[in-house]
């Protein structure tokens, strides 16, 4: 069984620029859901995509915004970046059909400067 | 507005004692119930879980009691291991089915 996969690792971006982040779901799973960890916090939901949607979504600006692929692969695009989007960033997998606990990539730590 | 509260930002335990971790919430609507463990430069890795019908789920050395008049629940590791170092974060989930997690407690355990 393979695990959540996130790519890349680090990053470093200046301010105004986009960047995308990548998640591949552990096997099996269907939901895949993004969070931001700002340093000293716990994780902050951004959003989820089932099916190929986004399936709900925290209180984070538009210009944030995903994507969801057929084999449940998954981006997230951060446009216009600010110096407070540095952060680590999270994805996470599920089964829609299953528990509710969520699975863990080891994130991407992006730094804005 | 935290709905999400783990007050204890740090918390220091002998090997072999018990480690308690606290966790509050405030949303009536949470009905399942998380505990994850982070080691640095890891993502959160799922420990334990429990749901609102229940009041105590127990797997090996961990256990998770739900108190939900009080909006409490707690993380109990006994005996605790020096490889139980890490940050543990609470997390709670609606029916939305995202996780809503607090700060997280740094655990520290002393050979």
């Known amino acids: 069984e393979t695990g959540v996969t996130q790519s890349p690792t680090h990053l470093i971006k200046t301010r105004g620029q986009q960047v995308t982040l990548r998640c591949s779901s552990q096997?099996?799973?269907?939901?895949v859901s993004w969070y931001q960890q700002a340093l000293g916090q716990g994780p902050q939901f951004i959003f989820q995509y089932y099916r190929e949607e986004e399936n709900g979504r925290g209180n984070f600006p538009p210009r944030f915004s995903g994507l969801q692929f057929p084999n449940y692969s998954s981006e997230l695009n951060v446009n216009a970046l600010e110096l407070d989007d540095s952060a680590l960033y999270l994805c996470?997998?599920?089964?829609?059909?299953?528990?509710?606990?969520?699975?863990f990539g080891p994130g991407t730590r992006l730094t804005v400067t | 507005d935290q709905q999400v509260k783990q007050n204890s930002p740090s918390l220091s335990v002998q090997e072999g004692r018990i480690s308690i971790l606290n966790c509050d919430y405030t949303n009536s609507m949470f009905d399942y119930f998380l505990w994850y463990k982070k080691y640095p430069a890891e993502g959160p890795t799922f420990l334990i879980s429990i749901s609102s019908i229940k009041d105590k789920n127990e797997d090996g050395r961990f256990t998770v009691f739900l108190n939900k008049s009080a909006k409490h629940l707690s993380l109990h590791i006994v005996p605790s291991q020096p490889g139980d170092s890490a940050v543990y974060f609470c997390?709670?989930?609606?029916?939305?089915?995202?996780?809503?997690f607090g700060k997280g407690t740094k655990l520290t355990v002393n050979p």
């Open positions: 997390a709670a989930s609606g029916r939305a089915e995202k996780l809503v």
């Open positions: 996470a997998s599920r089964d829609v059909r299953g528990p509710y606990e969520q699975y």
């Open positions: 096997s099996g799973h269907n939901t």
